[in-house]
């Protein structure tokens, strides 16, 4: 038994202990919030994102952080899932990336507000929350399943390595396909194939419809129409030319080029 005196050390003491602790790891918290908040990054631009985001009760259907309403996708890891240039897309006519399915409102959000809200929506992603929202246990082998193995499956000579036009990033056409071995990653879930050997598949022509009407080749499919809202007519040629381009028989009167030619006499004078 403790004395009445023990007793009484022994919860001051108790008391003196834990109430240290208590201060030393509230301290320690206080010292981390900066970091963790992403504070430094904190630009007139996401500021301005945050507004936009308050102004139009995008929390009304969307949750971030974890809280706000269920109704759409969590957003706090948005951009690193779908990349800007799909939110872009995205944002300036929802309805074109998920053709046929429920809705998201449609704003009429000129550039600069778009990148804002982006620029916000990539901040959020990069505040430090222990972890949340957990990485989908799927994920990893849902991108092995979007990895694709066009070389096995197909036959004939593997297409040619080339590199990739800036509008399949801009279109963002590379965030659902994976071609020449980048991207595909948003793409693994709805079926999107790689794009390499798509000439296999289809001419020009009906490559060009593809992109320009896809409801029109595939009723009900999920490629988005991104014509008139991320692809303009002449990027619509330039699409079908690289891809017609990956056919290695299309390159095949170049190929004879590899065949010794008597090469061009070098340079005698040297400037
Ligand atoms: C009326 C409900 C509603 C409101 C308000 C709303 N959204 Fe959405 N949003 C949706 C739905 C539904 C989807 C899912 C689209 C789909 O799957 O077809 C979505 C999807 C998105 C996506 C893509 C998410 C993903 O993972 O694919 C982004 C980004 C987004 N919304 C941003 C916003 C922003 C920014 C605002 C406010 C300016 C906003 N949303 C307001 C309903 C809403
Ligand atoms: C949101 C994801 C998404 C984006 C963005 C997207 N696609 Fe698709 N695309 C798909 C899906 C899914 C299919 C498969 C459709 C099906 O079979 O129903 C497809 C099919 C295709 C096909 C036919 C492929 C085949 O082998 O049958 C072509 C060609 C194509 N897309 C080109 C493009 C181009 C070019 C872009 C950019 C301008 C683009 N896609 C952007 C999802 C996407």
Not at 26 to 48: E, F
Not at 200 to 210: A, G, H, M, S
Not at 225 to 234: K, P, Q
Request: aromatic share 8%; glycine share 8%; hydrophobic share 40%.
């Amino acid at each position: 038994m403790l004395t009445k005196l023990q007793a009484k050390v022994f919860f001051l003491g108790g008391t003196a202990v834990f109430f240290g602790i208590f201060l030393v790891l509230s301290i320690d918290t206080h010292l981390k919030v900066p970091d963790q908040t992403n504070a430094k990054n904190l630009t007139p631009a996401v500021i301005a994102g945050k507004h936009i985001w308050e102004q139009n009760n995008c929390m009304g259907c969307h949750t971030l952080f974890g809280e706000g309403a269920y109704y759409a996708p969590e957003l706090t890891k948005v951009v690193e899932r779908r990349g800007k240039d799909w939110i872009k897309i995205f944002i300036k006519n929802p309805a074109a990336m998920f053709p046929g399915q429920r809705k998201m409102v449609k704003y009429d959000f000129n550039d600069e507000q778009i990148d804002q809200v982006i620029a916000f929506l990539e901040w959020c992603g990069n505040v430090d929350l222990n972890g949340f929202p957990a990485d989908p246990p799927l994920r990893d082998a849902l991108q092995a399943m979007g990895t694709p193995t066009p070389t096995i499956a197909s036959s004939g000579p593997a297409p040619l390595k080339k590199p990739v036009p800036a509008i399949f990033t801009t279109a963002s056409c590379i965030g659902c396909h994976q071609i020449q071995g980048q991207g595909g990653a948003a793409g693994a879930l709805i079926g999107a194939p790689p794009l390499d050997d798509v000439f296999r598949r289809y001419d020009r022509e009906k490559l060009i419809t593809w992109v320009k009407d896809p409801q029109k080749i595939k009723p009900g499919t999920k490629m988005p129409s991104l014509y008139g809202v991320a692809v303009n007519e002449a990027q619509l040629n330039e699409i079908a030319d690289y891809l017609m381009s990956l056919n290695p028989a299309a390159a095949a009167p170049t190929a004879p080029a590899a065949v010794p030619t008597p090469a061009p006499a070098p340079a005698v004078q040297p400037k």
